[in-house]
């Protein structure tokens, strides 16, 4: 959903709070509201020059992963998160840092955007993080499948177990 700011609006005009998910609740429950008069449960706002943004009440985060060799004839599997970038207006999320924390010492890949609609669809999961809910799958965006319901599986449990163990 279009959130109707371009993704440099915070950096010209700061004033405007984009950053602070409380100042802007009323905006956040309208497009909820909204959104699920159209049949979706969620929202993922972007900016109207096309970047991915976050939820009204969460942090987006996606997931990639790629196999490749590992010179010695053999695979390895490199697992990727990757968030928006921070430098667009949006809130740090405090779940998500913590879990990317708890991922990097797992052997997992991270990375900030910029990120657009397309990257979401072409990602093997998608999820909202927040402290309320966690993590959330993300299982289809405007009708379209996200990933493999195998594999969304598979990784929400795995990053599941490595949120739990957040001290």
Request: hydrophobic fraction near 40%.
């Amino acid at each position: 959903m279009d959130r109707g700011y371009d993704s440099d609006v915070a950096e010209r005009a700061p004033w405007l709070l984009l950053g602070a998910k409380t100042l802007s609740y009323a905006v956040n429950m309208a497009a909820l509201r909204h959104a699920r008069k159209q049949g979706a449960d969620d929202v993922i706002f972007t900016s109207s020059d096309g970047r991915v943004l976050e939820g009204p009440t969460s942090t987006v985060l996606l997931a990639h992963l790629e196999t490749t060799g590992d010179g010695e004839g053999g695979t390895r599997i490199i697992r990727r998160l990757i968030t928006p970038q921070l430098d667009s207006g949006i809130l740090p999320g405090t779940s998500q840092g913590a879990l990317f924390t708890a991922a990097k010492a797992a052997g997992w890949e991270l990375g900030y955007g910029p990120l657009e609609p397309q990257d979401l669809l072409d990602a093997d999961a998608v999820w909202l993080i927040s402290s309320i809910r966690l993590l959330a799958p993300v299982n289809h965006i405007d009708g379209k499948e996200i990933g493999t319901p195998a594999l969304q599986k598979q990784l929400t449990a795995e990053l599941n177990a490595l949120y739990a163990g957040i001290q």
